[in-house]
């Protein structure tokens, strides 16, 4: 059994799993919302240094057992915001060293793959991965995921938030599984030469974008916001389902997955499953509830990597805000948690 700990960004997560049926024991998770503006890191810290007992001794319990029984202790040590990673780290190297438990570091990006890989039961697919910091398409080869494609400079769930934010309609930015972008596009239609359409080689570019539609937002006024973020979202969406498509013709998978928080979004999940149809390629996007950050994809990554003797002493487990997917070693591949 291996406890998980995520704390990269806006959710203070707690899990554990294990190697046999039902894998899954417990996931706790407690996250922060802004009541105004961005997330500001030093906010983000203090709130998960506030709940962070509470949801270890929660994860624990629901999953009935102590951490006398735990084999391992996982912890996501990047990337993500500094002192939210700190907290998580320094929880977990508490834990591993109070309890004499082995200290696994995970990735955070390879985790949401893993735990999509678990969900979904693909083996071997190109991955779309998009979320608040990260985008990017991804496939593993020769030892590790390789990065066919990525943001050149925000990511998709950046995008949508700045804008979000900058137009006025969040926080919070998601109500009831749909991003305000989704809510205020609903009574909006597509303006053509509105906003610029940008794909360079198997990359995207979003911040020519979202200055493009603030420009445009001050230009037209309030009454064109429902079609401006339907135009925005439509663009955003339509370059990195093309860059994808791009990702499978080059490598010649015949699997797709959608990994990341920005996956549980409807409107992206459609438009990949029409394009997956379209070139005979078997498609499914991780379930909503783990889509998400959470520290069940911690403790999955986490016990895969243990089983293969990765580990880190308490005193070297440094946080790296910057750690690259395809920085990362991956010698379980192709094999998940329960199969």
Known sequence: MVLGIESTAHTFGVAVV?????????????RYTPRAGGILPREVAAFFSSVAGEAVGEALSAAGVSMRDVTAVAVALGPGMGPALRVGATVARALAAAYRKPLVPVNHALAHIEVARFDTGLRDPLVVYV???????ASFLDGRYRVFGETLDI?????????AREAGLAPPYVVEGRHAV???AEGGEYIDGLLPYRVKGQDVSYSGLLTAALRALRRLGRRALPGI???LREIAFSSLVEVAERGLAHTGKKQLVLAGG???????REKLSLMASDRGVEYRPVSKKYAVDNGVMIAITGL?????GIVVEPSRAYIRQRWRLDEVEVPWYPSTLGG
């Open 182 to 184: 989704d809510i205020c």
């Open 18 to 30: 294990s190697s046999e049926p039902p894998y899954i024991l417990s996931d706790v998770r407690r």
């Open 229 to 231: 973020c339907y135009t």
């Open 131 to 137: 979320s608040g910091g990260n985008t990017m398409i």
């Open 262 to 268: 920005v996956g549980a979004n409807d409107l992206l």
């Open 304 to 308: 895969l990597a243990f089983t293969h």
């Open 155 to 163: 990511a998709l769930g950046n995008l949508l938030d700045t804008f």
